[in-house]
């Protein structure tokens, strides 16, 4: 079988016959892979009936299912060169793997159509033409591919279904967040290794692969394409980032819910969006580990009755406050904590300034509290009421709500949470998330007799989620210890 199809594709090129197939075996004429490369899917070659003596127009092979187009690194034949079976006509590079694209059998380059470099090259389209006879290369010195052999794509009709879906082309339009102000991230001083298709990709975002801190997800830690794609800057600045956001949630209101016979679509705010996407970028990039204790209240419980006490009813300081401040107090007696991971160096802040989670779903906010560690529990108390008050009215500032602090906190216990594994909102490197109080029974630490054995008390469970290259075991095991000890004996809030 594998005889008579050579016999017949030989006989069509002799007689000049236009004709055409993909190649549905992993080693066709041109489809040889080394041993490195995946194996090859599918492989376009058209034989042309022209004025031109007889050839072969070769096409960006296909190289896995999902591949799309690739790139062109380097050419290892030249024009007029000839070629046997095994032979490495060219490296071809994709997001994930640089293959050699070897020949099967002999034949001679009669024209490079296309230039090595990093130019994304569609699957399909023409990148070498190949002659049996080296006396026919100097006929395609100026040769011109054919429409024909180019792929086309089906005009898509204008029809009134077209149009029809143009209410849900909005939200997809929403994602705002790309034109987003690029990061100045010192640059580490080595060599970047990227693909050429990640270049490409950078320089049309408008963005400096050299001095990013881009985590790469290719071989090596390669950066490739696809990481180019998903990044999203994290460390602009906040009166920039803020103001953007605030405006474009003030210009342009969520839209309406998308109804259909089987689902509602509900579109999405520009702000929830960045958010979103912020926070996906985190998850995908930060190695997060986690850290748990359980702590007891009944301290704390007391205390809070204590001040309220002294204050009016409009004024009272609830356990979330208190809890606030016994953040502040742990990250100051662990600064290893309170700090950032900036590429090639770890920076560490002298204040702590929190972000608190507050509301839900598009009303999700995390306002920030400067300086924690400075301030009084009243003071704490205070602000987030004001907080409150501004979320509840829509009049939320957005240099105020947008800043990004050191480190974040998020209470659950007011949904019944148990305990809940935050994600860390970058470049900080921890956050805390509190679960909810309840009374549990616990043995006594000195049982006066075989009846007295346990007792009762209200407790809560801490989870401190940690970005593992700049807090490591022992960091997060010291500052929930200090946080710990804060919240069971608060008399240290006051040092």
């Known amino acids: ?284 990039t930060v190695p997060h580990y986690y850290l748990t204790v359980d702590v007891t209240l009944d301290s704390l419980l007391t205390l809070r009755s204590t001040l309220n006490t002294t204050l009016g009813e409009d004024a009272q300081i609830s356990l979330n406050d208190l809890l606030i401040k016994a953040s502040a107090c742990a990250m100051k007696s662990c600064p290893a904590a309170n700090a950032s991971w900036m590429g090639d160096s770890v920076r560490m802040y002298k204040s702590v300034d929190v972000n608190v989670v507050m509301g839900s779903g598009d009303n999700l906010y995390t306002p920030l509290i400067k300086g924690v560690d400075g301030k009084g529990v009243k003071s704490i108390s205070d602000e987030l009421s004001t907080n409150l008050e501004s979320i509840e009215e829509g009049t939320e500032k957005a240099a105020h709500f947008g800043e990004v602090g050191t480190v974040t906190f998020m209470n659950m216990g007011m949904y019944g949470i148990k305990s809940c594994a935050p994600i860390i909102r970058s470049p900080q490197a921890v956050a805390l998330a509190l679960g909810a109080a309840e009374n549990r029974v616990v043995p006594k630490e000195e049982p006066e007799g075989d009846d007295d054995l346990y007792d009762t008390n209200v407790m809560l469970t801490a989870t401190l989620s940690c970005d593992h290259r700049v807090v490591d075991g022992a960091v997060g095991a010291s500052f929930l210890s200090a946080f710990k000890t804060a919240v069971e004996n608060p008399e240290t809030l006051l040092l």
């Open 1 to 284: 079988m594998a005889t008579s199809a050579r016999l017949l594709s030989i006989a069509s090129r002799r007689n000049g016959q236009l004709a055409s197939r993909i190649s549905k075996s992993v080693t066709p004429l041109f489809g040889g892979l080394s041993s490195t490369s995946a194996g090859l899917v599918s492989f376009q070659r058209s034989w042309m009936s022209t004025d031109y003596p007889a050839h072969e127009v070769v096409g960006m092979p296909s190289l896995s299912p999902t591949m799309e187009a690739g790139t062109i690194a380097s050419w290892t034949l030249g024009e007029g060169e000839s070629f046997g079976a095994g032979d490495v006509l060219c490296e071809i590079e994709t997001d994930k793997a640089t293959v050699s694209f070897e020949a099967q059998d002999e034949g001679v380059v009669a024209k490079i159509l296309a230039d090595a470099g990093p130019n994304e090259i569609d699957c399909g389209i023409p990148i070498l033409i190949t002659v049996e006879d080296a006396d026919d290369v100097d006929a395609f010195k100026d040769y011109v591919v054919e429409a024909s052999a180019m792929p086309t794509e089906a005009a898509a009709p204008a029809s009134p279904a077209a149009v029809a879906p143009e209410p849900v082309a909005a939200p997809a339009a929403a994602p705002v967040a790309a034109p987003a102000p690029i990061p100045t991230v010192a640059p580490t001083g080595g060599k970047i290794i990227a693909s050429p298709l990640a270049w490409t990709v950078a320089k049309e975002k408008g963005l400096d692969l050299a001095s990013l801190a881009i985590i790469g997800t290719g071989p090596a830690g390669r950066v490739i394409a696809d990481d180019v794609r998903e990044y999203i800057p994290v460390a602009v600045t906040a009166e920039t980032t803020t103001a953007a956001a605030a405006a474009s949630t003030a210009a342009v209101p969520p839209a309406s819910p998308i109804e259909t016979e089987h689902y509602t679509d509900f579109p999405l705010n520009e702000a929830s969006i960045a958010t979103a996407n912020l926070l996906a970028h985190s998850k995908q």
